[in-house]
């Protein structure tokens, strides 16, 4: 039962109630009538609801005092409270209850001011009820899931050593999306439960902080400037704590002509500088070089540590400390050759995503695929569910009719099927580990990267000729060149950053140029695969734009163009360019 966030009276109440698991209606009314609180109030207010505590009825039943906190807990979030108190307890109890006119209630509730502002809620709840409502204590997160396995990475004790600095002890940890800047920050979490930091860092709390969610809740119900100084002071009030920011980026805005920084961002800096308090923030390499390029010292207050994407070495490393991981959850032995492929078929066929992350999916994904295909329920045990079904109901008719020997007999038949269960079940969930191979992973990443990777593919890709001939009459020559590109592409025998082909198909109008575009697109990577421009459409030389997107400083950039947002969307495409003479 969570009782972190109860008002003293609150607590009183259900102290005083806490010996019995189930506990009456009536005793319940009768400790809040005692608390003196605003649940008295409320009952003094409505004196009928005494009375129906005391009466036989919907209310004439025993409740669990755990049922109840819960409850209120739900009552306090939706008038967006920081503290539980005597009056969500009532709530409570009316609505698990069934009273129905809960209204009229609220509305006194509301016409007494109860619910006090978040400026003044600090002093009728808990000492630190912002940091309770909007931050997670990640010491107590990675102490109490199991441990997940973090390499070390040479990049910790920079971040460390940020963290002493007397000036600006705020690490802006600054990278693209998936080279592990959460892990770093769990690394750190992890070293200072274990005491393996320097004295200075020792006891100290990691807070993971949703700024965004708090400037959204406070925003139009006061001072926005008294809320981060009540924030703040409660920072003071805990003392050794490091505050992660989470949804860092989010507090900036994004528009044509740069990046906006909203006033609560220069407030929540201003203070940071003279709390003394220290932050951990992470962003985007991008979305960072956008911030400095309009204000070079809009970040003055954090000390920059890049976190690029790790090497082979180092990729490898943290790949197999996953497989581990992975291999247990899903009972399957990820040998390290199999990882080494996973890093090979990732860096090669992966366009997208950076290391560690996309090696981690990727091996996640051939996991599941290989438990979908290979794992089934066996159908004799799909026979003793049912027998047993049967059984049971028999079981309750006999029962019901009186014939007890008949009952008797099918209890020792479904205790004897029962034993038979057991023993499929164990073979089903505790049976040997198998080993994963390089077949499944080429099935995974064929479902990720859309791309053909497996024999399989490749024997389809050697009747991809045949099958297109069959479409396209006295075009041998050309079919036979595109075919071989292809697969000269799929062995790996071109530059990976160049298309799989260039193709200038010449010919009078109606030879079929077009309709080999689109046979090549359909046979080859399957339906909806061509993405067609009419370059006729592109005669000045301003419509490049469409193509790319529009530069910085017009309407539409950043939002990608008919050509780059098409091909993000699905890489392995035939791109066709109709009629590219009459382009500019």
């Known amino acids: 039962m969570k009782l972190n966030r109860l008002t003293n009276r609150a607590r009183g109440v259900i102290g005083s109630l806490s010996s019995a698991d189930l506990v009456g209606f009536d005793k319940f009314f009768d400790e809040i009538e005692k608390s003196r609180g605003m649940g008295n109030t409320l009952l003094q207010s409505f004196p009928e609801l005494k009375r129906i505590g005391k009466t036989k009825g919907a209310f004439y039943k025993k409740v669990s005092t755990n049922e109840v906190v819960k409850k209120a807990y739900y009552h306090s979030l939706r008038f967006n409270q920081a503290y539980v108190g005597t009056e969500h307890l009532l709530l409570a109890l009316l609505t698990l209850g069934g009273y129905q006119d809960t209204t009229k209630v609220e509305s006194k509730l509301l016409e007494l001011s109860s619910f006090p502002t978040l400026s003044t809620s600090l002093e009728v709840g808990k000492k630190t009820p912002i940091l309770d409502s909007y931050g997670m204590s990640l010491n107590h997160k990675v102490g109490t899931f199991p441990r997940v396995p973090i390499v070390f990475r040479d990049e910790f004790n920079v971040l460390v050593s940020v963290l002493l600095q007397k000036k600006n002890p705020n690490p802006l940890i600054v990278g693209d999306l998936s080279v592990g800047k959460r892990s770093l920050i769990d690394l750190l979490v992890r070293k200072i439960n274990d005491m393996d930091v320097p004295p200075s860092l020792m006891g100290y709390r990691v807070i993971e902080f949703d700024l ?56 929540f800096k201003s203070g940071l500088d003279e709390s003394n308090i220290k932050c951990i923030a992470t962003i985007s390499e991008s979305f960072y070089s956008r911030i400095v390029n309009d204000n070079e010292h809009m970040l003055e207050t954090f000390t920059v540590l890049n976190l690029p994407e790790p090497d082979e070495k180092k990729t490898i490393e943290i790949l197999k400390a996953n497989a581990e991981v992975l291999g247990e959850f899903h009972r399957i032995t990820i040998s390290d050759d199999v990882v080494d492929y996973i890093y090979r078929k990732a860096k090669d066929e992966i366009s997208g995503g950076k290391f560690p992350q996309k090696g981690i999916d990727l091996m ?45 007999e099918i209890k020792d038949k479904l205790n004897s099927l029962e034993g038979k269960m057991w023993g499929n079940e164990k073979k089903m969930f505790s049976r040997r580990k198998q080993p994963l191979t390089f077949e499944d992973i080429d099935e995974a990443l064929a479902s990720i990267s859309g791309s053909l990777g497996s024999a399989d593919d490749l024997r389809t890709l050697g009747t991809l000729d045949e099958r297109i001939k069959t479409r396209i009459i006295g075009q041998e020559e050309a079919v036979n060149t595109i075919t071989k590109s292809l697969i000269r592409s799929k062995l790996g025998l071109r530059p990976k950053k160049r298309p799989i082909g260039s193709f200038l198909f010449l010919g009078p109008t109606g030879v079929g140029k077009t309709e080999l575009a689109k046979v090549l697109a359909e046979e080859a990577f399957g339906e909806g695969s061509i993405i067609r421009l009419d370059m006729s459409d592109f005669a000045e030389k301003h419509n490049v734009a469409r193509l790319v997107g529009a530069p910085p400083g017009y309407v539409g950039y950043g939002e990608g163009g008919e050509l780059t947002s098409k091909i993000e969307l699905k890489p392995d495409s035939v791109v066709l360019f109709d009629e590219i003479e009459k382009a500019h």
């Open 212 to 267: 965004l969610s708090f400037v959204t809740a406070t925003l139009g119900k006061g001072s926005m400037e008294g809320s981060l100084e009540a924030l703040f002071d409660e920072l003071r009030s805990v003392g050794r704590v490091i505050l992660s920011i989470k949804n860092f980026q989010s507090l900036f805005y994004s528009t044509n002509m740069g990046v906006a920084v909203p006033l609560v961002f220069s407030a």
């Open 364 to 408: 996640d994904q051939a996991c599941a695929k290989y438990i979908l295909k290979k794992r089934k329920i066996p159908e004799d045990y799909k026979v003793m569910i049912e027998e047993s079904v049967l059984l049971t109901e028999n079981l309750d008719k006999s029962i019901y009719a009186g014939n007890y020997d008949n009952a008797l």
